[in-house]
């Protein structure tokens, strides 16, 4: 999943309910997809260094969250998106992506069973309108109802090593059901796995806890009603102390680069094919049935198409985004790809980045060149994620 701003923003420009928090709280702010979302606080390297550490707060209410009811459901997300969502079980998270006719990638998501017939499809905020549009086109011979509940859920996420033992200090959670014990809560958060979510309460509020984030750490994203966020952001920040750090989208932004993440717009688009981006995996070609784009997967990319690798480097000069790769250090190297991501990376204090490069030079080890605003910056491939927890 993405935080990518997108490039054209909407007339009205749009706050998320959290927004006098951030504001009180000194953030920063920056324009992704006509919403105001805070981008740092203090500094983008304390931030990241929380996450990796202790734990930090992010406000991700921008997101999409586009719902699917009814007894044919399942077959309606098993026809629109690459994945085989039928499969899932209550409580059970999958990422997916939404494919083009022509198997570009529209948007990548997490898709939520959330009832028996009941889904819930979040998307980045950039292309949440175009999602919410394309479930209901594709839907339209289900029996489903679509619904885009966007403006109708905020999103909390608390992230790093202490995500787990800050949200079972914080008073006020409960199970959803007859009781509302907060010892079967704990229970629950025990037992909760990895791409698993259940419904709860927060002082009495309904609150859905996924197990699922962005940042290569474990943690936890929080469902809620707008006006309840503020009170669940605070509660959590002040049960935390100096372990909850609230954080901007830049730091999230590292850390899903050092986890090997894909962003929307940089990693993925409408010119790229799973397979390229390393998601051949989440295309399920034996799924019953047609899915749109399963032809031109199944046809496959040419043999020449670029495909995405890690690269790293020495020094303290960071590829970005759009910088030129080489084979060759000379004047007279050949072009061989282009950089969709890079920075220094905080946790391993070396620059990192991905890229897209001819298959020919995709094998790790292959020594190729950066262009870094004039200088020919040495990287080696390397396999991704660059991090990975060890618990």
Known sequence: MTNDPGTTAPAEERLSPLDAVHRAAGASFTDFAGWQMPVRYSSDLAEHHAVRTASGIFDLSHMGEIVLIGPQAAAA???????????IEIGQAKYSLLLADDGGIIDDLVVYRTGDDRYMVVANASNAAVVADELRTRAAGFDTVVSDESDDIALIALQGPDARSVLLETPGFGVDGPGNDAEDFDARIAALKYYRAFPATFEGQPVLVARTGYTGEDGFELYVAPERATRLWDALVETGGPRVVPCGLASRD?????????????????????????????????????????????????????????????????????????????????????????ALSPTLGHPVAMAFVSPALAEAGTALYVDVRGTRIPAAVVALPFYKRTS
């Open 77 to 87: 997300l098993d026809f629109a998106l690459a994945g085989r969502l039928s499969a």
């Open 254 to 342: 590292t850390l899903r680069l050092e986890a090997g993440m894909p962003l929307y717009g940089h990693e993925l688009g409408r010119d790229i094919l799973p397979v390229q981006a390393g998601l051949g995996r989440v295309v399920a070609l034996a799924k019953e049935g047609d899915f749109i784009g399963r032809a031109a997967i199944e046809r496959g990319p040419a043999a020449d198409a670029p495909v995405l690798v890690g690269l790293a480097a020495e020094g303290r000069r960071a590829p970005r985004a759009d910088y030129a790769v080489f084979d060759g250090e000379s004047e007279g190297a050949v072009r061989v790809g282009v950089v969709t991501s890079g």
